[in-house]
């Protein structure tokens, strides 16, 4: 949907992004990951043509970004706002037509999502008159209005209270699983395992690591495993503990072994006591942390 | 396929137009502005309360003199009091104030005028001043007049009012024309505080609707679905088409106004001054229908549309830098220190103002009006007197060419200010998104 190659943007004293690639696949939840800074918002805002690179090029679909690619994107910054004195209505109205849309097409969608979203009354209101939760919400239906192939939010969720995201979150799913691709940007790595299934992690202008999330996880595996077993086990050879907790079917721990523990698994079931052994992979949370406290593309464990 | 550009200026429009501060405006506006030409007026020619002023004249100068309506002159006997005693009768009485005329050595009228005093209960009135002065300046220089062994009665009757009908005379065919100099110096000065009223009252309106997309945050959202300086020219027409029906409506209010007063308040003033003709007004100086003789001096289409155009091109000009100045800052309260710079030429045109009536085909007159950012101001003020037509084109020509480059410089600085946060913001700084 969207690949990017080279990508080098320039501010007077800073490189904020430093010739990068990425690619994000079509009908996927891709998560930009990267801490305050990493140049995620630079990247964004070129696929929004906000500003354009200094070098490389953007491709959306099989060709060369154009200018009216916007009518097929939408875009929730993370400094969002409305016209407080504007009527709800008028407000969303105008930022659909902005985006290409008919008035009558406009008003016809916009009654549909206001009536899913439980807003229907929010119609007449001037947007100085919502709570900051009401705001969110038609915020968030100016940005998928359009019905828009390409959906960007940038930290769609800070200031948004629980259930807005609780709420943002189901619809994002939903607008992807009916086939938009969506690119979601964060520092915060909670909701990236359950919301992305492609990760792309950003620091220092630079791509550290692409590609689908579960591959990555893996890529990062390093030799971590959760056993639960029936009975106490004291020792487990080259094995490192890391967490054990005992419960009423048994008892489980985590250690981390030097290459797999083939002998382990099979000695403890043949005494019968292996109920469960699993291969832990690393968080999201791990890789972000690991990566960017290096500060370097770390040779993942083959 | 909507126009970005159009849905702006349409949204630009409704919101202002449609406020009730619009309407209030557009009709206060020129009542409150007439009330400020008139009230002073009105003010300054009501009558004060009776005021007694009791008189110590030493000299003898003035007595008998009994003063006039508001101003009652009463004298106390110089022979039972002095300045002492006088104003302790004045605390006592009903007095309003005291006026206190000494006589010096041998009379000296010098001595006389540069001794006199007035006590007031009150701080004596201008007017009241004034009154007296002349009293006592007539007297003395009455005085002097005699000690030179001259009749007053002759100088008076030798003083001479002379009042020039000055006419510019018409090239070809065309009739000679009254000119109407006093009426063209009032009506450039009030085009021109005009033009520079609209023009920073809108520009600064652009500035505002910068820092409130700014501050509100939408900005982002709306330049992901078009380009800044759509955005950016967008609200600058938006704003100007307020202007434009402000305008509008002014303008068929006092057509209106006028109408009304002309056909059904004061129709028999009319007729009688019609009926008038030029030979009867032949003696008294001005009349209504001298006055109406010297409007037709006045090429009125060509201040008219002088006037839009240098209000559109004005306003252009400056409410292009304030949209870039509007982008470069997060609070409406940052904005005074960079507005000062901006609208100094503008107040410089105004300051000078007197000087181009005074000469309006002067080398000052002539390059303030060339000057872009001076010129909507000072060249309005010197259309009334007829100016030169290439002069005029010349001039709206530089005004054009400045307010595209403008916008160009503009929208350089637009584009990145608007998703600058919470920097302070230097000249220096500026200049540097400028070559971004």
Known sequence: MIKATNVTKRYSQKLALDAIDLSIPKGSVYGLLGPNGAGKTSFIRIMNQITAPDEGQVYFGDRALQPRDIARIGYLPEERGLYKKMKVGEQVLYLARLKGLSTAEAKLRAKKWFERLEMADFWEKKVEDLSKGMAQKVQFVTTVLHEPELLIFDEPFTGFDPINTNLIKREILRLSEEGATVIFSTHRMESVEEICDHIGLINNGQVMVEGPLLDIRKRYQNGTYSFVVKEAVEHWGDGTLIQESKHHTGHSYTLKFECYPGTVVSELAAKGTLVAFEEVLPSVQDIFIEIVENGAKLVPHE | ?436
């Open chain 2, 1 to 436: 396929m909507n126009n970005p550009i159009l849905l702006i200026i349409q949204r630009e429009f409704l919101s202002r137009v449609r406020k009730r501060t619009f309407l209030l405006v557009t009709i206060l506006g020129p009542l409150v502005f007439a009330a400020l030409l008139i009230v002073p007026g009105i003010l300054a020619s009501m009558p004060e309360e009776d005021k007694n002023v009791i008189v110590l004249d030493e000299a003898a100068l003035i007595v008998p003199e009994k003063g006039k309506n508001e101003y009652q002159l009463e004298y106390l006997d110089p022979r039972e009091n002095d300045l002492g005693s006088a104003k302790k009768f004045l605390v006592e009485s009903s007095y309003d104030a005291l006026l206190y005329i000494p006589t010096g050595e041998n009379w000296d009228p010098d001595f006389i005028k540069n001794n006199i005093l007035l006590f007031g209960k009150e701080d004596p009135s201008i007017n009241m001043v004034q009154f007296l002065d002349g009293v006592v300046e007539d007297r003395l220089n009455k005085e002097k007049l005699l000690r030179n062994g001259v009749d007053p009665e002759v100088v008076a009757q030798s003083t001479t009012q002379v009042s020039i009908r000055s006419y510019t005379i018409g090239k070809d065919d065309e009739e000679d024309q009254q000119s109407a100099t006093g009426l063209k110096m009032g009506l450039g000065y009030l085009a021109g505080v005009l033009i520079y009223f609209f023009i920073f009252l809108y520009a600064v309106m652009v500035m505002r609707g910068v820092i409130e997309e700014k501050s509100n945050r939408i900005v982002e959202v709306i330049i992901s679905s078009v380009r800044p300086f759509q955005l950016m020219m967008g609200k600058i027409l938006g704003i100007g088409a307020v202007g434009v029906a402000q305008f509008i409506i002014w303008v068929v209010l006092s057509g209106g106004v006028y109408f009304v007063v002309t056909n059904f308040l004061f129709p028999e003033m009319i007729a009688t001054q019609a009926a008038a003709g030029p030979e009867g007004s032949g003696l008294n100086p001005v009349t209504g229908f001298e006055i109406y003789d010297q409007l037709r001096a006045i090429n009125f289409p060509l201040i008219l549309s002088g006037f839009v155009f240098y209000f559109f091109g004005g306003y252009f000009l400056y409410s292009a830098m304030f949209a870039a100045l509007g982008s470069a800052i997060d609070q409406e309260a940052d904005s005074q220190q960079f507005m000062m710079p901006v609208t100094v030429p503008m107040i410089i045109a105004l300051v000078t103002a007197a000087n181009v009536i005074q000469d309006p085909n002067g080398d000052l007159a002539f390059w303030m009006s060339m000057i872009p950012f001076t010129s909507p101001i000072s060249m309005m003020i010197r259309l009334p007197f007829g100016i030169p037509i290439w002069e005029v084109i010349l001039s709206g020509a530089i005004l054009i060419v400045t307010f595209f480059a403008m916008v160009a410089l503009a929208s350089k600085i637009y584009r990145v200010g608007i998703l600058m946060y919470g920097k302070k913001v230097t000249w220096k700084e500026l200049y540097k998104w400028l070559k971004h």
